[in-house]
């Protein structure tokens, strides 16, 4: 199995070696051929409207759309989130996302980088001890559609709110695990939703 992380902007980086620890092999994603080669995407942290006008700019937009769309299994982790909402709060002037997973995000919900913060999180799917779940501007799910499971949810200002969904084989969290040395979401990917076994 061949996992790509989109390389554009963002922490791509700790997500290739958060799978490599995992025993997966990843590669950095920056060109149409790579897109078509993998079998499974991750989109990183980082920037989403950079992140989608740098797709747009180096001509892989709309075929990561596509795949997504066509089923391939796709991660986002915190902007990765907001690129695979079909709805976003907040967003900038012609924002785009590839779209996938039936919600509506809100950007830099928590408040901005001064306001990150971290949380332990129970998620559905993997097992005890809670997750520590770091958050930096990061957003969260205003509302969900039929089809969309919420795993895990963060307490802010009284109000739960979701910080991690599924939908099919989409996963999205506003949360970073691939900066924690935590690698068990990562795991949760790859077996859960990609369906390949990893020891």
Known sequence: MLVGVL??????R???????????????VKHLSEINAID??????????TIAKLARTFGLFDRIAERIHAGLPTYGSCAGMIL????????????ESFGGIDITVRRNAFGRQ???????????G???????????????????GVGVEVLASVEFNGELHPV??????????????????DNRVHRYFIESIC?????
């Open 195 to 199: 369906k390949v076994a990893i020891s």
């Open 126 to 144: 993997i097992t005890a001890p809670a997750i520590r779940a770091v958050f930096i501007r990061a957003p969260w799910v205003e509302q969900v």
């Open 14 to 28: 700790e997500h290739i070696a958060a799978l490599a620890e995992c025993g997966v092999e990843a590669i950095p």
């Open 40 to 49: 499974a995407l991750i989109l990183p942290g980082g920037e989403s409207t």
């Open 7 to 12: 390389a554009l902007q963002g922490d791509f």
């Open 164 to 181: 991690a969904v599924r939908q099919g084989n989409l996963l999205a969290t506003s949360f970073h695990p691939e900066i924690t040395g």
């Open 114 to 124: 001064v306001d990150s913060f971290e949380a332990d999180l129970n998620m559905e």
């Open 84 to 95: 695979l909402a079909d709805r976003i709060e907040g967003a900038a002037v012609g924002q």
